[in-house]
């Protein structure tokens, strides 16, 4: 089971608080956090890098560096983050939030919220989405 208490340890990151969050955004995510992201979510490695926008090639570049920029930490984490409020919407389900993620919804225009969610302002959306479903709110 993963745990539920954060994006930062869907990533494997120790953090406190916020604050701790946004100092490994700016010093750039270690290559690592992907690979707990991908174990998280079960992705493939090329739906994770369509979900971030990260191509391939530089995936295969970051993981020879050992780091990734700040953009595409930022875009790690906002996917880390809609993955950890998807497994609280279905209680710590695995299963049921990367279905739930990967089947189109009507309240998305008939997206996927792993689509959706490939832009700040749509993973805001998604957000929105799982609050009003957590709290029974009609989508």
């Known amino acids: ?11 494997g990151i ?14 750039g995510l270690a290559y690592k956090s992907l690979t707990f992201l991908q174990q998280a979510t079960g992705f493939s490695l090329e739906m994770l890098a369509d979900w971030t926008g990260i191509s391939l090639r530089t995936l295969h570049r ?3 560096e050992g780091r990734f920029r700040v953009d595409e930490s930022e875009r790690i984490y906002r996917a880390a983050n809609i993955f950890h409020l998807a497994l609280r919407l279905f209680e710590g389900d695995q ?3 990367r279905h739930w993620l990967t089947t189109p919804q009507s309240a998305l225009h008939h997206k996927s919220p792993l689509q959706f ?3 700040e302002l ?17 989508s």
């Open 14 to 27: 120790k953090a406190r608080d916020s604050t701790d969050i946004i100092d490994a955004l700016e010093t």
């Open 62 to 64: 970051r993981s020879s």
């Open 1 to 11: 089971m993963i745990r539920t208490d954060g994006p930062g340890a869907v990533l």
């Open 122 to 138: 749509g993973a805001r959306q998604v957000e929105d989405l799982i609050g009003r479903l957590q709290y029974g709110v009609f």
């Open 95 to 97: 299963d049921a939030a």
């Open 117 to 119: 969610s490939q832009t």
